[in-house]
């Protein structure tokens, strides 16, 4: 039986994707959050990838496939928005694909903030490499105007444009029919994003990214690309975006910055595509995330258990990392300091942590100089540690890791089933620690 009331709708419009599908619905099943329905739209595909979506079909009910002549991009996306039954929105491109924790982080931050759009970071793949994509740092509220402050310093970014990168509350497009224009084919994700900008009260940015986009030819959003069409359109768009920066600010305050808004008219959309040599930021593609061998993780035993635990901890961390510009060893380095706040030694921390001693120093150093922590009272390997107001954001995005672990290994666990968990691990932890003290 299909979910009556899913929390988020997940939309995906597909065309001649056959090559890429499996990576992009494997992404979204495969996510921490399971309380969605997945709507994959085939807008006319001549390829096999209205059977590849029907056998997915098949073996979970969250999907819904809809199969539909060729319209275009825009048109497949307003026919799924008018079946969505989620109270958020997250659209996604089907050579495209998300991190397991993507809808996790990104309702989390919905709920937790109340906002009306939660807009974050992205991974910009290139062949092997990858780099990650943001604009806006700040780690609070935004009202419409803040926004639209970020927004007019450079407004043709993808940050800002696209769809991908944020979720929608269902209400605000269901009430004032918000809907891609399917008369167009450039700019019309962004001219949506402007519609429901006008009819929002507050904003979010995460700095997690929850994105990898893939840009690849013959995709759905170049169907219809033309240069005379794109000269026409943006004098469209820029009349459109013009006046919504009117209506947002008041006549004095547009004026103040009328001239950034008049540039947009001269930018080119852009995605920051990485130059073709090495730079600050780009790494090799999967080494944004803690790498998991298949062979190891499926192990029975003590070494699997060890293993798997290790990795889905890593998993957490890294999360963290990425959004606080931090290494994943600088983050599992803060939380076993956080989570035992009797460590005074820098010998008992390495072995916490799995480091050695000298790596664990060099990392404490580096915290240093960061000025999330400072050192007191030092002698002999006795360290004396409080948190600078830096942590304090890395702290509280660290209380998130003991829910999730639980949530990731409880899953399908009935109440008095974990109640027994918890019980049998303490009786475990006690003949442990006999053993070892």
């Not at 709708?9 to 969605?36: F, G, M, T, W």
């Not at 700040?138 to 007019?152: G, I, K, P, S």
């Not at 009797?342 to 120093?361: E, F, M, P, Q």
Request: charged share 25%.
């Amino acid at each position: 039986m299909k979910n009556a009331k899913p929390l988020v709708s997940i939309i995906v419009p597909v065309y001649n994707a056959q090559d890429y599908l499996a990576r992009c619905i494997d992404s979204i099943l495969h996510q921490e959050y399971k309380n969605y329905e997945l709507l994959l739209v085939d807008d006319g595909s001549t390829d096999s990838s209205g059977e590849i979506l029907d056998n997915y079909a098949k073996n979970d009910n969250r999907i819904n496939v809809y199969h539909r002549k060729n319209c275009g991009v825009s048109s497949t996306r307003n026919f799924a928005l008018s079946l969505c039954k989620g109270e958020y929105i997250q659209f996604l491109d089907s050579d495209d694909w998300i991190p397991p924790d993507s809808t996790k982080l990104l309702v989390r931050c919905a709920l937790e903030q109340q906002c009306d759009l939660v807009i974050a970071d992205f991974y910009r793949v290139v062949g092997e490499r990858i780099s990650q994509k943001g604009d806006i740092e700040d780690d609070h509220l935004l009202t419409r105007q803040e926004f639209a402050n970020y927004m007019v310093e450079n407004p043709a970014d993808f940050y800002y444009g696209v769809l991908w990168n944020k979720l929608y509350r269902a209400q605000i497009i269901k009430e004032h029919h918000i809907r891609m224009d399917s008369n167009i084919s450039w700019c019309e994700d962004f001219l949506f994003n402007l519609e429901y900008i006008r009819h929002s009260n507050t904003f979010y940015a995460l700095q997690a990214p929850v994105y990898y986009y893939f840009k690849r030819k013959g995709s759905l959003v170049s169907q219809g690309f033309s240069i005379s069409n794109t000269i026409k359109t943006k004098l469209n768009v820029f009349d459109y975006y013009n006046q919504f920066y009117k209506d947002t600010y008041k006549e004095e305050d547009y004026e103040n910055i009328r001239l950034h808004v008049y540039s947009f008219f001269f930018a080119s959309a852009k995605d920051n595509t990485l130059p073709p040599i090495p730079m600050k930021g780009v790494q090799k593609l999967g080494k944004e995330r803690s790498k998991v061998i298949e062979e190891a993780i499926r192990l029975d035993g003590i070494a699997g258990e060890l293993y798997r635990m290790r990795k889905l901890f890593e998993r957490l961390c890294g999360t963290i990392a990425a959004k606080n510009n931090l290494t994943l060893e600088e983050v599992i380095v803060l939380f076993m300091l956080v989570q035992n706040i009797h460590i005074n030694s820098v010998t008992t921390l390495a072995d916490l942590c799995g480091y050695s001693k000298r790596k664990t120093a060099s990392l404490l150093q580096h915290l240093v100089k960061r000025e999330f922590i400072q050192i007191t009272n030092r002698s002999r390997s006795i360290i004396d540690i409080s948190f600078l107001g830096p942590a304090q954001v890395v702290l509280a995005d660290m209380n998130t890791i003991p829910e999730d672990f639980s949530h990731i290994c409880f899953e399908h666990f009935t109440e008095d089933e974990i109640k027994m968990y918890h019980l049998l691990t303490d009786i475990i932890k006690k003949n442990t620690e006999d053993i070892l003290l």
